[in-house]
């Protein structure tokens, strides 16, 4: 597609390096392993993800363990990732018109990657895509499985696509503005292309999964004729469900911050932000209250006589696979930073590091590594409450 000189000028160098489909590009093949990852040290810790996640289990030693097939999986996307980018950089030497005019090279990559993803008919890691797609078929509408047919995969997964949310709403940006005319993948994201409420109604999309997920639970624990004091009466999932509706504000008013004039809604600028600030700031403690006292099972916020439970260590639990508590206490501070990375927005000095293209992209892979390490003690939670407490098990949203 040919370049607008118009908005060569607006390309900065990170843009230039990495354009924006390549950003995508690197986010989900980093995502891939990351997951090999988790794959690979929980069953270090003798935790069986597979299990939990009712995916099948290896019948036979010869067959490779499931991070080997991740891993495999990852580095088969990885290869071509990287050709492909040497190939850009050669091509357009960092010039601004050659870089607008080859952006059909890093979509063409992003292409590819969904056909091998979406149409899994190679043999490698053949039946794990399969289980992947039915999943992603399943949660795309907000569905939920049984607890004994695979639902805290479903979980799992859906609380992935959160993470990925802004991920996806450049994923949109890019292919819509390829298919601009006049506008290049590789320019200037535009994102209000395709209108100013599409890429923010993408972004709120996963979080909407979540919140039907938490009212479906919510309704079988309501209408299940066998509930009791173990099951509970749902309040745990109703909670969750206002959790993640918290976000919805925070998308609304980040659009309008961007793509609005405030007087036209009758409000100033800094009454706007302040509107923001407080959503941000209850979404943002809320979910990590959520992540730490009831995601990962920790004592940090119970009442002072279960904090203090000489059995664990202070703020922790009793159960844990992790070899240090400092592995605990360290997570909870990263997670805790990384849910409030919008802070950068309340410094002078940093008030504008949020709108820069190698900023946002930074902060999309935070919250990607954010969520990865927070599947570690999600999953081991999990784990516990099977060895433990089973019958907590049905609780669990």
């Not at 941000?280 to 940090?300: G, H, I, P, Q, R």
Request: proline letters at 6%; glycine letters at 6%; one cysteine or more.
């Amino acid at each position: 597609m040919d370049g607008d000189p118009a908005v060569e000028p607006e390309l900065d160098a990170f843009s230039l390096l990495l354009p924006l489909p390549y950003r995508i590009a690197v986010i989900l093949v980093l995502g891939v392993w990351a997951w090999g990852v988790n794959l690979h040290y929980l069953s270090i810790l003798k935790i069986d993800l597979p299990i939990l996640i009712k995916y099948h289990t290896r019948t036979s030693s010869s067959i490779p363990p499931h991070h080997r097939r991740t891993y495999q999986l990852a580095a088969t996307v990885t290869v071509p990732l990287i050709i492909s980018i040497l190939l850009f950089w050669i091509i357009t030497h960092g010039q601004p018109a050659l870089v607008l005019a080859w952006d059909i090279l890093p979509q063409s990559f992003l292409f590819l990657l969904a056909v091998f993803f979406l149409l899994p008919f190679q043999r490698l890691s053949r039946t794990g895509r399969y289980r992947f797609l039915s999943t992603l078929k399943r949660v795309s509408i907000g569905g939920i499985a049984e607890a004994d047919n695979g639902k805290f995969g479903d979980i799992l997964l859906a609380d992935v696509l959160t993470s990925y949310a802004k991920v996806l709403g450049d994923l949109f940006v890019s292919w819509c503005m390829l298919l601009s005319p006049g506008l290049s993948s590789t320019g200037k994201p535009d994102r209000n292309c395709g209108g100013a409420y599409m890429v923010p109604l993408i972004i709120s999309v996963p979080s909407m999964i979540r919140l039907r997920q938490c009212l479906i639970e919510f309704l079988r624990v309501r209408n299940n004729p066998n509930k009791n004091a173990t099951t509970g009466w749902g309040g745990q999932h109703l909670a969750n469900a206002l959790k993640y509706s918290s976000a919805f504000p925070v998308i609304v008013l980040s659009a309008l911050q961007r793509g609005t004039n405030p007087n036209d809604f009758g409000m100033t600028e800094a009454s706007l932000f302040r509107l923001w600030l407080f959503f941000v700031f209850l979404n943002s403690f809320y979910s990590f209250y959520w992540d730490v006292a009831k995601d990962w099972d920790l004592t940090l916020f119970a009442p002072s006589s279960v904090r203090n439970n000489p059995e664990h260590p202070w703020g922790l639990r009793r159960h844990q696979h992790f070899h240090s508590k400092q592995m605990y206490y360290g997570a909870i501070l990263i997670d805790l930073m990384l849910r409030c990375t919008w802070s950068f927005k309340l410094s002078p000095h940093l008030d504008h590091f949020n709108d820069l293209e190698g900023s946002i992209f930074i902060m999309e892979f935070l919250e990607v590594l954010r969520r990865w390490l927070w599947i570690f003690f999600r999953v081991e939670t999990e784990w516990g409450i099977l060895i433990h407490e089973p019958s907590e098990a049905a609780k669990n949203c």
